[in-house]
Antibody, heavy 122, light 110 residues
Framework: QLQLQESGPGLVKPSETLSLTCTVSGGSISSSSYYWGWIRQPPGKGLEWIGSIYYSGSTYYNPSLKSRVTISVDTSKNQFSLKLSSVTAADTAVYYC??????????????WGQGTLVTVSS | QSVLTQPPSASGTPGQRVTISCSGSSSNIGSNTVNWYQQLPGTAPKLLIYSNNQRPSGVPDRFSGSKSGTSASLAISGLQSEDEADYYCAAWDDSLNAVVFGGGTKLTVL
């Protein structure tokens, strides 16, 4: 059974960089047809797609966040990571990692991590 | 302000049929398929419907999806208490080159 687990600091200071890692177990991150993505959800609000990456390194980013986001993949560790720079309180959210079946648009996020709350505060 | 528009709330009694709408535009729902996600309280979202009307393995056939033009709908028949959750539609927007979500609909089972 595929499992995804987010890890990283739960508290980040304003203007600093948020860094999270998603570890995939029970399957290979190098599987064809699948991208790997990040989605966030501010407390009490809806979902926002951040971006997705293929094991080869090909990426798609939400244009509203693109200038601040970097998603990378480490196939040797079966992990992919998120970096969001210059954070503000508006970036406080539960961050989910998920597998995206990209055979048709929109991609279908069929496996999700449990989510991790990141709070931006001094 | 979400790119896709959903009613903030919906409700029904056990056994009823309820529908949740999702309105978009020609650049998203009008030109691509729609997915639906169910988010139970305190949990990660779960893929409920993909490609407008396809159910992943394990999703009961009480859940169905449809699309017409630039709008989509999720229907839940035989409503059960465990269906109380937030529901989100999602589509690809060709203009933004991005996945876009609706604002979510909170379903209450009375």
């Amino acid at each position: 059974q595929l499992q995804l687990q987010e890890s990283g600091p739960g508290l980040v200071k304003p203007s600093e960089t948020l860094s999270l890692t998603c570890t995939v177990s029970g399957g290979s991150i190098s599987s064809s047809s699948y991208y790997w993505g990040w989605i966030r959800q501010p407390p009490g609000k809806g979902l926002e797609w951040i971006g997705s990456i293929y094991y080869s390194g090909s990426t798609y980013y939400n244009p509203s966040l693109k200038s601040r986001v970097t998603i990378s993949v480490d196939t040797s560790k079966n992990q992919f990571s998120l970096k969001l720079s210059s954070v503000t309180a508006a970036d406080t959210a539960v961050y989910y990692c998920a597998r995206a079946y990209w055979y048709q648009l929109p991609p279908s996020f069929d496996y999700w991590g449990q989510g991790t709350l990141v709070t931006v505060s001094s | 302000q979400s790119v896709l528009t959903q009613p903030p709330s919906a409700s029904g009694t056990p056994g009823q049929r309820v529908t949740i709408s999702c309105s978009g535009s020609s650049s998203n729902i009008g030109s691509n398929t729609v997915n639906w996600y169910q988010q139970l309280p305190g949990t990660a979202p779960k893929l409920l419907i993909y490609s407008n009307n396809q159910r992943p393995s394990g999703v009961p056939d009480r859940f169905s999806g449809s699309k017409s033009g630039t709008s989509a709908s999720l229907a839940i028949s035989g409503l059960q208490s465990e269906d109380e959750a937030d529901y989100y539609c999602a589509a690809w927007d060709d203009s933004l080159n991005a996945v876009v979500f609706g604002g979510g609909t909170k379903l209450t089972v009375l």
